[in-house]
Protein backbone atom coordinates (compact mmCIF):
# COMPACT_ATOMS: atom_id res chain seq x y z
CA UNK A 1 0.00 0.00 0.00
CA UNK A 2 1.30 3.35 -0.81
CA UNK A 3 2.48 5.76 1.87
CA UNK A 4 0.36 8.22 0.71
CA UNK A 5 -2.93 6.26 1.39
CA UNK A 6 -1.15 4.92 4.79
CA UNK A 7 -1.15 8.79 5.92
CA UNK A 8 -4.80 8.87 5.00
CA UNK A 9 -5.59 6.16 7.03
CA UNK A 10 -3.76 6.82 9.88
CA UNK A 11 -4.26 10.74 10.03
CA UNK A 12 -8.23 9.53 10.35
CA UNK A 13 -7.24 7.04 13.25
CA UNK A 14 -5.73 9.31 15.41
CA UNK A 15 -8.88 12.43 14.25
CA UNK A 16 -11.49 9.46 15.82
CA UNK A 17 -9.41 8.86 19.16
CA UNK A 18 -8.93 12.81 19.06
CA UNK A 19 -12.87 13.15 18.84
CA UNK A 20 -13.13 10.50 21.96
CA UNK A 21 -10.86 12.24 24.02
CA UNK A 22 -12.43 16.16 23.08
CA UNK A 23 -16.07 14.16 24.30
CA UNK A 24 -14.49 12.31 27.43
CA UNK A 25 -13.72 16.01 28.43
CA UNK A 26 -16.93 17.47 27.42
CA UNK A 27 -18.92 14.31 29.48
CA UNK A 28 -20.73 15.57 32.99
CA UNK A 29 -22.21 12.46 34.24
CA UNK A 30 -24.06 9.21 32.53
CA UNK A 31 -26.76 11.42 30.91
CA UNK A 32 -23.80 12.59 28.02
CA UNK A 33 -22.16 8.98 28.76
CA UNK A 34 -24.55 6.86 27.94
CA UNK A 35 -27.52 8.81 25.78
CA UNK A 36 -26.17 11.55 24.90
CA UNK A 37 -28.09 14.72 27.04
CA UNK A 38 -31.32 13.48 25.87
CA UNK A 39 -31.14 16.02 23.26
CA UNK A 40 -30.36 15.55 19.82
CA UNK A 41 -32.04 16.49 16.45
CA UNK A 42 -33.36 14.00 14.03
CA UNK A 43 -30.95 14.07 11.73
CA UNK A 44 -27.46 13.14 13.93
CA UNK A 45 -30.03 10.68 15.58
CA UNK A 46 -31.19 8.95 12.14
CA UNK A 47 -27.68 8.86 10.33
CA UNK A 48 -26.23 7.62 13.53
CA UNK A 49 -28.92 4.86 13.45
CA UNK A 50 -28.45 3.59 10.04
CA UNK A 51 -24.67 4.08 10.45
CA UNK A 52 -24.74 1.67 13.38
CA UNK A 53 -26.95 -1.04 12.24
CA UNK A 54 -25.34 -1.39 8.51
CA UNK A 55 -22.19 0.06 9.43
CA UNK A 56 -18.97 -1.85 8.36
CA UNK A 57 -20.45 -5.27 9.08
CA UNK A 58 -23.41 -5.11 6.73
CA UNK A 59 -21.33 -3.19 4.05
CA UNK A 60 -18.59 -6.27 4.19
CA UNK A 61 -21.74 -8.58 4.61
CA UNK A 62 -23.81 -7.13 1.50
CA UNK A 63 -20.73 -7.01 -0.60
CA UNK A 64 -20.15 -11.09 0.34
CA UNK A 65 -23.98 -11.56 -0.99
CA UNK A 66 -23.91 -9.27 -4.04
CA UNK A 67 -20.61 -11.34 -5.00
CA UNK A 68 -22.65 -14.70 -4.13
CA UNK A 69 -26.45 -14.39 -5.55
CA UNK A 70 -26.11 -10.06 -6.96
CA UNK A 71 -28.74 -7.91 -6.95
CA UNK A 72 -31.24 -10.07 -4.81
CA UNK A 73 -29.17 -9.64 -1.84
CA UNK A 74 -30.62 -6.21 -1.53
CA UNK A 75 -33.79 -7.60 0.06
CA UNK A 76 -31.74 -8.39 3.25
CA UNK A 77 -31.70 -4.46 3.92
CA UNK A 78 -35.50 -4.04 2.90
CA UNK A 79 -36.25 -5.85 6.17
CA UNK A 80 -34.01 -3.09 7.83
CA UNK A 81 -36.90 -0.83 6.33
CA UNK A 82 -39.84 -2.74 7.64
CA UNK A 83 -38.50 -2.56 10.83
CA UNK A 84 -37.69 0.55 11.57
CA UNK A 85 -40.93 2.45 9.96
CA UNK A 86 -42.52 -0.25 12.41
CA UNK A 87 -40.80 0.81 15.32
CA UNK A 88 -41.58 4.05 14.32
CA UNK A 89 -45.33 4.01 14.41
CA UNK A 90 -45.73 1.31 17.16
CA UNK A 91 -42.60 1.68 19.22
CA UNK A 92 -41.16 5.19 19.61
CA UNK A 93 -44.84 6.92 20.69
CA UNK A 94 -45.25 4.10 23.39
CA UNK A 95 -41.72 4.66 24.88
CA UNK A 96 -41.28 8.33 24.29
CA UNK A 97 -44.27 9.50 25.67
CA UNK A 98 -44.01 7.31 29.13
CA UNK A 99 -43.06 9.65 31.90
CA UNK A 100 -41.83 6.33 33.95
CA UNK A 101 -38.74 5.80 30.86
CA UNK A 102 -37.59 10.01 31.05
CA UNK A 103 -34.39 8.70 33.16
CA UNK A 104 -34.04 5.21 31.66
CA UNK A 105 -30.35 4.60 30.04
CA UNK A 106 -30.91 1.07 28.75
CA UNK A 107 -33.40 -1.46 27.58
CA UNK A 108 -33.59 -3.66 29.59
CA UNK A 109 -34.50 -1.10 32.61
CA UNK A 110 -37.91 -1.47 30.91
CA UNK A 111 -38.00 -5.05 31.53
CA UNK A 112 -37.19 -4.16 35.47
CA UNK A 113 -40.11 -1.04 35.22
CA UNK A 114 -42.39 -3.83 33.02
CA UNK A 115 -41.89 -6.82 35.15
CA UNK A 116 -39.21 -7.54 37.58
CA UNK A 117 -35.60 -6.82 38.94
CA UNK A 118 -35.13 -10.83 38.04
CA UNK A 119 -36.45 -10.09 34.94
CA UNK A 120 -34.36 -7.00 33.98
CA UNK A 121 -30.88 -8.53 34.82
CA UNK A 122 -32.07 -12.08 32.43
CA UNK A 123 -32.71 -9.40 29.40
CA UNK A 124 -29.44 -7.65 30.09
CA UNK A 125 -27.63 -10.95 30.14
CA UNK A 126 -29.29 -12.02 26.88
CA UNK A 127 -28.05 -8.12 25.39
CA UNK A 128 -25.19 -8.11 26.78
CA UNK A 129 -23.95 -11.30 24.96
CA UNK A 130 -25.68 -10.28 21.93
CA UNK A 131 -23.77 -7.14 21.64
CA UNK A 132 -20.81 -8.62 22.36
CA UNK A 133 -20.83 -11.29 19.51
CA UNK A 134 -22.27 -8.24 17.24
CA UNK A 135 -18.81 -5.77 18.20
CA UNK A 136 -16.99 -8.53 17.40
CA UNK A 137 -18.32 -9.21 14.07
CA UNK A 138 -17.57 -5.24 13.24
CA UNK A 139 -14.02 -5.85 14.43
CA UNK A 140 -14.12 -8.72 11.93
CA UNK A 141 -15.40 -6.73 9.37
CA UNK A 142 -12.86 -3.93 9.78
CA UNK A 143 -10.09 -6.45 9.92
CA UNK A 144 -11.07 -8.24 6.70
CA UNK A 145 -10.82 -4.64 5.20
CA UNK A 146 -7.97 -4.24 6.36
CA UNK A 147 -6.00 -7.66 5.84
CA UNK A 148 -7.30 -7.09 2.31
CA UNK A 149 -5.51 -3.51 1.27
CA UNK A 150 -2.59 -3.79 3.51
CA UNK A 151 -0.78 -7.08 1.59
CA UNK A 152 1.72 -6.81 4.77
CA UNK A 153 -0.67 -7.26 7.67
CA UNK A 154 -2.15 -10.70 8.39
CA UNK A 155 -5.76 -11.71 9.86
CA UNK A 156 -4.97 -11.44 13.00
CA UNK A 157 -2.44 -8.16 13.50
CA UNK A 158 -5.35 -6.17 11.75
CA UNK A 159 -8.00 -7.54 14.37
CA UNK A 160 -5.70 -6.44 16.95
CA UNK A 161 -5.25 -3.22 15.29
CA UNK A 162 -9.17 -2.50 15.23
CA UNK A 163 -9.94 -3.11 18.25
CA UNK A 164 -7.63 -1.01 19.78
CA UNK A 165 -8.71 1.94 17.99
CA UNK A 166 -12.04 1.08 17.75
CA UNK A 167 -12.25 0.23 21.97
CA UNK A 168 -10.18 2.99 23.08
CA UNK A 169 -12.12 5.61 20.96
CA UNK A 170 -15.16 4.83 22.64
CA UNK A 171 -14.29 4.35 26.31
CA UNK A 172 -13.18 7.71 25.86
CA UNK A 173 -16.10 9.46 23.90
CA UNK A 174 -19.32 7.65 25.15
CA UNK A 175 -22.80 7.66 23.18
CA UNK A 176 -22.45 11.44 22.18
CA UNK A 177 -18.74 10.97 20.41
CA UNK A 178 -21.15 7.93 18.83
CA UNK A 179 -23.37 9.79 17.52
CA UNK A 180 -21.96 12.83 16.04
CA UNK A 181 -18.85 11.26 14.55
CA UNK A 182 -21.78 8.29 13.41
CA UNK A 183 -23.06 11.33 10.87
CA UNK A 184 -19.81 12.33 9.80
CA UNK A 185 -18.76 8.84 9.65
CA UNK A 186 -21.75 7.54 7.50
CA UNK A 187 -21.50 11.11 5.02
CA UNK A 188 -18.10 9.70 4.35
CA UNK A 189 -19.17 5.99 3.71
CA UNK A 190 -21.72 7.81 0.74
CA UNK A 191 -19.63 10.02 -1.03
CA UNK A 192 -16.88 7.02 -0.87
CA UNK A 193 -19.69 4.67 -2.54
CA UNK A 194 -21.02 7.34 -4.64
CA UNK A 195 -17.86 9.25 -6.32
CA UNK A 196 -15.17 6.60 -6.08
CA UNK A 197 -16.39 2.99 -5.06
CA UNK A 198 -18.61 2.46 -7.85
CA UNK A 199 -17.75 5.08 -10.80
CA UNK A 200 -14.38 3.25 -10.62
CA UNK A 201 -15.31 -0.18 -10.27
CA UNK A 202 -18.14 -0.03 -12.47
CA UNK A 203 -15.27 1.27 -15.41
CA UNK A 204 -12.00 -0.97 -14.30
CA UNK A 205 -14.52 -4.02 -15.35
CA UNK A 206 -15.33 -2.38 -18.65
CA UNK A 207 -19.00 -1.09 -18.00
CA UNK A 208 -22.16 -2.54 -18.76
CA UNK A 209 -21.62 -5.09 -21.80
CA UNK A 210 -18.69 -6.72 -19.97
CA UNK A 211 -20.75 -7.40 -16.37
CA UNK A 212 -23.72 -8.60 -18.57
CA UNK A 213 -21.96 -10.79 -20.36
CA UNK A 214 -19.28 -12.17 -17.93
CA UNK A 215 -22.51 -12.83 -15.38
CA UNK A 216 -25.61 -14.96 -15.62
CA UNK A 217 -29.15 -13.24 -16.12
CA UNK A 218 -29.58 -14.49 -12.11
CA UNK A 219 -27.13 -12.02 -10.80
CA UNK A 220 -29.26 -8.94 -12.31
CA UNK A 221 -32.65 -9.95 -11.22
CA UNK A 222 -34.57 -9.42 -7.86
CA UNK A 223 -35.78 -12.92 -7.33
CA UNK A 224 -32.25 -14.76 -7.47
CA UNK A 225 -33.37 -16.01 -3.66
CA UNK A 226 -35.81 -18.43 -1.90
CA UNK A 227 -38.48 -17.30 0.14
CA UNK A 228 -36.95 -19.19 2.91
CA UNK A 229 -33.83 -16.32 2.54
CA UNK A 230 -36.46 -13.55 2.88
CA UNK A 231 -38.08 -15.19 5.61
CA UNK A 232 -35.16 -16.08 7.66
CA UNK A 233 -34.07 -12.08 7.28
CA UNK A 234 -37.34 -10.48 8.37
CA UNK A 235 -37.22 -13.01 11.20
CA UNK A 236 -34.06 -11.73 12.40
CA UNK A 237 -33.78 -7.93 11.06
CA UNK A 238 -36.90 -6.77 11.86
CA UNK A 239 -37.84 -7.76 15.54
CA UNK A 240 -34.55 -6.12 16.21
CA UNK A 241 -36.14 -2.59 15.74
CA UNK A 242 -37.75 -3.81 18.85
CA UNK A 243 -35.01 -4.96 21.16
CA UNK A 244 -31.97 -3.63 20.19
CA UNK A 245 -30.42 -1.72 23.14
CA UNK A 246 -28.09 0.65 20.72
CA UNK A 247 -31.72 1.68 19.44
CA UNK A 248 -33.58 2.17 22.91
CA UNK A 249 -30.55 4.59 23.19
CA UNK A 250 -30.91 6.41 20.68
CA UNK A 251 -34.88 7.01 21.48
CA UNK A 252 -33.48 8.29 24.68
CA UNK A 253 -31.12 10.58 23.26
CA UNK A 254 -33.66 12.23 21.30
CA UNK A 255 -35.08 15.53 21.65
CA UNK A 256 -39.18 14.41 21.82
CA UNK A 257 -41.49 12.22 19.70
CA UNK A 258 -41.80 13.96 16.41
CA UNK A 259 -37.91 14.15 16.17
CA UNK A 260 -37.45 10.55 16.65
CA UNK A 261 -40.14 9.07 14.46
CA UNK A 262 -38.28 11.15 12.01
CA UNK A 263 -35.16 9.88 12.60
CA UNK A 264 -36.23 6.53 12.31
CA UNK A 265 -38.01 6.85 8.52
CA UNK A 266 -34.81 8.66 7.65
CA UNK A 267 -33.18 5.69 8.63
CA UNK A 268 -35.20 3.48 6.97
CA UNK A 269 -34.71 5.33 3.69
CA UNK A 270 -30.85 5.07 3.76
CA UNK A 271 -31.22 1.35 4.56
CA UNK A 272 -33.19 0.88 1.51
CA UNK A 273 -32.75 1.53 -0.97
CA UNK A 274 -29.58 3.30 -0.71
CA UNK A 275 -27.79 1.83 1.06
CA UNK A 276 -29.05 -1.98 0.47
CA UNK A 277 -28.26 -1.46 -3.49
CA UNK A 278 -24.80 0.29 -3.42
CA UNK A 279 -23.17 -2.50 -1.34
CA UNK A 280 -24.79 -5.32 -3.33
CA UNK A 281 -23.51 -3.64 -6.41
CA UNK A 282 -19.88 -3.06 -5.12
CA UNK A 283 -19.87 -6.94 -4.32
CA UNK A 284 -21.24 -8.02 -7.99
CA UNK A 285 -18.63 -5.90 -9.34
CA UNK A 286 -16.03 -7.70 -7.52
CA UNK A 287 -17.70 -10.94 -8.44
CA UNK A 288 -17.22 -9.72 -12.24
CA UNK A 289 -13.27 -9.11 -11.78
CA UNK A 290 -12.69 -12.23 -9.57
CA UNK A 291 -14.17 -13.77 -13.07
CA UNK A 292 -12.10 -11.77 -15.58
CA UNK A 293 -9.28 -13.01 -13.54
CA UNK A 294 -8.50 -9.52 -12.29
CA UNK A 295 -7.98 -10.06 -8.65
CA UNK A 296 -5.54 -11.83 -7.12
CA UNK A 297 -7.00 -14.41 -5.12
CA UNK A 298 -6.20 -17.94 -3.46
CA UNK A 299 -9.14 -20.20 -5.83
CA UNK A 300 -9.10 -22.60 -2.77
CA UNK A 301 -10.18 -20.70 0.19
CA UNK A 302 -12.14 -17.76 -1.63
CA UNK A 303 -14.13 -16.00 0.93
CA UNK A 304 -16.86 -14.30 -0.87
CA UNK A 305 -16.49 -10.75 1.67
CA UNK A 306 -12.89 -10.60 0.70
CA UNK A 307 -13.62 -10.00 -2.84
CA UNK A 308 -14.79 -6.67 -2.05
CA UNK A 309 -11.90 -5.10 -0.12
CA UNK A 310 -9.35 -7.00 -2.97
CA UNK A 311 -11.29 -5.52 -5.82
CA UNK A 312 -10.83 -1.88 -4.00
CA UNK A 313 -7.03 -2.56 -3.47
CA UNK A 314 -6.65 -3.67 -6.82
CA UNK A 315 -8.34 -0.80 -8.49
CA UNK A 316 -7.47 2.34 -6.64
CA UNK A 317 -5.44 4.48 -7.27
CA UNK A 318 -3.08 5.55 -4.38
CA UNK A 319 -4.54 8.76 -2.62
CA UNK A 320 -8.31 7.26 -3.49
CA UNK A 321 -7.87 4.20 -1.74
CA UNK A 322 -6.69 6.09 1.42
CA UNK A 323 -10.15 7.77 1.66
CA UNK A 324 -12.28 5.02 0.50
CA UNK A 325 -10.32 2.65 3.15
CA UNK A 326 -11.13 5.87 5.66
CA UNK A 327 -15.19 5.75 4.67
CA UNK A 328 -14.73 1.55 5.07
CA UNK A 329 -13.41 2.02 8.06
CA UNK A 330 -15.61 4.69 9.77
CA UNK A 331 -18.65 2.32 8.48
CA UNK A 332 -16.73 -0.38 10.76
CA UNK A 333 -16.23 1.82 13.59
CA UNK A 334 -19.57 3.65 13.70
CA UNK A 335 -21.41 -0.02 14.67
CA UNK A 336 -18.58 -0.85 16.81
CA UNK A 337 -18.44 1.70 19.47
CA UNK A 338 -22.50 1.87 19.14
CA UNK A 339 -22.49 -1.93 20.20
CA UNK A 340 -19.76 -1.54 22.55
CA UNK A 341 -21.53 0.86 24.40
CA UNK A 342 -24.76 -1.13 24.31
CA UNK A 343 -23.03 -4.01 25.77
CA UNK A 344 -21.15 -1.74 28.65
CA UNK A 345 -24.74 -0.14 29.43
CA UNK A 346 -25.86 -3.68 30.42
CA UNK A 347 -23.09 -4.47 32.15
CA UNK A 348 -23.11 -1.23 34.43
CA UNK A 349 -26.25 0.05 34.95
CA UNK A 350 -28.58 -3.19 34.70
CA UNK A 351 -26.13 -5.92 36.12
CA UNK A 352 -23.89 -3.87 38.40
CA UNK A 353 -26.04 -1.17 39.15
CA UNK A 354 -27.25 -1.88 42.35
CA UNK A 355 -23.86 -3.09 43.69
CA UNK A 356 -21.74 -0.28 42.71
CA UNK A 357 -22.40 3.60 44.73
CA UNK A 358 -19.94 6.02 43.19
CA UNK A 359 -19.37 9.12 45.53
CA UNK A 360 -19.37 11.55 42.52
CA UNK A 361 -20.98 12.21 38.53
CA UNK A 362 -17.49 11.37 37.40
CA UNK A 363 -16.51 8.53 39.66
CA UNK A 364 -19.76 6.96 37.55
CA UNK A 365 -17.99 7.64 34.08
CA UNK A 366 -14.68 6.22 35.37
CA UNK A 367 -16.57 3.04 36.27
CA UNK A 368 -18.76 2.94 32.78
CA UNK A 369 -15.16 3.36 31.24
CA UNK A 370 -13.51 0.56 32.69
CA UNK A 371 -16.76 -1.86 31.66
CA UNK A 372 -16.38 -0.69 28.70
CA UNK A 373 -13.04 -1.55 28.22
CA UNK A 374 -13.24 -4.42 29.53
CA UNK A 375 -15.94 -5.57 27.29
CA UNK A 376 -13.95 -4.65 23.96
CA UNK A 377 -11.10 -6.66 24.93
CA UNK A 378 -13.39 -10.08 25.49
CA UNK A 379 -15.21 -8.72 21.81
CA UNK A 380 -11.73 -8.76 20.70
CA UNK A 381 -10.58 -12.23 21.75
CA UNK A 382 -14.21 -13.40 20.07
CA UNK A 383 -13.57 -11.62 16.92
CA UNK A 384 -10.19 -13.71 16.69
CA UNK A 385 -12.41 -17.12 16.92
CA UNK A 386 -14.71 -15.95 14.19
CA UNK A 387 -14.04 -16.27 10.49
CA UNK A 388 -17.70 -15.26 9.12
CA UNK A 389 -18.67 -11.52 9.57
CA UNK A 390 -22.43 -12.10 8.41
CA UNK A 391 -23.26 -15.20 10.36
CA UNK A 392 -21.85 -13.68 13.25
CA UNK A 393 -23.81 -10.61 13.01
CA UNK A 394 -27.05 -13.04 12.60
CA UNK A 395 -26.53 -14.92 15.22
CA UNK A 396 -25.73 -12.67 17.89
CA UNK A 397 -28.97 -10.66 15.96
CA UNK A 398 -31.12 -14.15 16.39
CA UNK A 399 -30.15 -14.63 19.99
CA UNK A 400 -31.34 -11.60 21.43
CA UNK A 401 -34.31 -11.60 19.27
CA UNK A 402 -35.70 -15.15 20.52
CA UNK A 403 -35.19 -14.37 23.52
CA UNK A 404 -36.15 -11.01 24.12
CA UNK A 405 -39.21 -9.94 21.77
CA UNK A 406 -41.95 -11.93 22.98
CA UNK A 407 -41.61 -10.44 26.61
CA UNK A 408 -41.23 -6.83 25.53
CA UNK A 409 -43.81 -7.10 23.20
CA UNK A 410 -46.31 -8.54 25.86
CA UNK A 411 -45.23 -5.77 28.81
CA UNK A 412 -45.26 -2.54 26.07
CA UNK A 413 -48.74 -3.38 24.17
CA UNK A 414 -50.49 -5.55 27.16
CA UNK A 415 -51.33 -5.63 30.21
CA UNK A 416 -50.34 -9.33 30.42
CA UNK A 417 -47.56 -8.73 32.28
CA UNK A 418 -46.47 -11.47 34.12
CA UNK A 419 -42.86 -12.18 35.62
CA UNK A 420 -42.37 -15.85 35.58
CA UNK A 421 -43.75 -16.25 32.28
CA UNK A 422 -40.68 -13.18 30.78
CA UNK A 423 -38.42 -15.20 32.71
CA UNK A 424 -38.98 -18.71 31.22
CA UNK A 425 -39.79 -16.99 27.54
CA UNK A 426 -36.22 -15.21 27.37
CA UNK A 427 -34.31 -18.48 28.60
CA UNK A 428 -36.74 -20.97 26.10
CA UNK A 429 -36.14 -18.56 22.99
CA UNK A 430 -32.48 -17.92 23.20
CA UNK A 431 -31.67 -21.72 24.22
CA UNK A 432 -33.59 -23.15 21.49
CA UNK A 433 -32.32 -20.90 18.96
CA UNK A 434 -28.52 -21.34 20.58
CA UNK A 435 -29.20 -25.46 20.52
CA UNK A 436 -30.74 -25.25 17.08
CA UNK A 437 -28.15 -23.37 15.86
CA UNK A 438 -24.96 -25.38 17.47
CA UNK A 439 -26.94 -28.52 16.46
CA UNK A 440 -26.78 -27.66 12.75
CA UNK A 441 -29.87 -29.67 11.90
CA UNK A 442 -31.91 -29.34 8.72
CA UNK A 443 -35.03 -27.69 10.30
CA UNK A 444 -38.13 -27.30 8.52
CA UNK A 445 -39.11 -25.75 5.34
CA UNK A 446 -35.46 -24.65 5.64
CA UNK A 447 -36.36 -21.77 8.06
CA UNK A 448 -33.25 -20.26 10.82
CA UNK A 449 -33.70 -21.64 14.63
CA UNK A 450 -34.83 -17.97 15.48
CA UNK A 451 -38.39 -18.74 14.17
CA UNK A 452 -38.24 -22.08 16.25
CA UNK A 453 -37.32 -20.05 18.98
CA UNK A 454 -39.45 -17.18 18.99
CA UNK A 455 -42.18 -19.41 18.68
CA UNK A 456 -40.83 -21.80 21.31
CA UNK A 457 -41.06 -18.34 23.65
CA UNK A 458 -44.59 -17.67 22.67
CA UNK A 459 -45.69 -20.66 23.80
CA UNK A 460 -43.77 -21.14 27.10
CA UNK A 461 -44.74 -17.13 28.15
CA UNK A 462 -48.84 -18.05 27.23
CA UNK A 463 -48.43 -21.45 28.81
CA UNK A 464 -46.79 -19.97 32.12
CA UNK A 465 -49.49 -17.19 32.17
CA UNK A 466 -52.43 -19.53 32.21
CA UNK A 467 -50.77 -21.82 34.74
CA UNK A 468 -49.50 -18.85 37.00
CA UNK A 469 -51.89 -16.16 37.52
CA UNK A 470 -50.80 -15.29 41.00
CA UNK A 471 -49.22 -11.91 39.58
CA UNK A 472 -49.98 -8.01 39.40
CA UNK A 473 -51.06 -7.20 35.58
CA UNK A 474 -50.31 -3.51 35.92
CA UNK A 475 -46.93 -3.91 38.20
CA UNK A 476 -45.42 -0.38 39.15
CA UNK A 477 -41.63 -0.56 40.52
CA UNK A 478 -39.13 2.20 42.32
CA UNK A 479 -39.03 3.88 38.45
CA UNK A 480 -42.54 4.86 38.51
Not at 294 to 308: A, H, S, T
Request: a neutral charge; charged letters at 10%.
Amino acid sequence: MHYIDLGIFVGYMVLMLGVGYYFMRQNKNQDDYYVGGRNIGSWHIGLSVVATDVGGGFSVGLGGLGFVMGLSGSWMLFTGLLGAWLAAVFLIPRVKSDPAFANFYTFPQIFEYLFDKKVGVIAAIISLIGYLGFTSSQLLAGAKLASGTFLTLGLTEALVLMGVIAVVYTVLGGLKAVIYTDTVQWIILMLGFIFIGLPVAYFYVGGWEQIQATLPDAYFSLTNLRWQDLANWGITIIPIWFIGMTLYQRIFASRDVASAKKAWFIAGLFEWPIMAFMGVSLGLLSKVAFEQGMLIIDLDVMDPEMGLPILLRTILPPGILGLMMAAYFSAVLSTADSCLMAASGNLSTDIFGSWLQPKSEQAQIRYSQLFTLILGVIALVVALHMTNVLDLMLYSYAFMVSGLLVPILFGLFTIHRNPLAAVFAMLTGGVVTAGLGLLGWELLWGLDPNFFGVLASLAMYLLVSVFNRDYKQNKITKYA
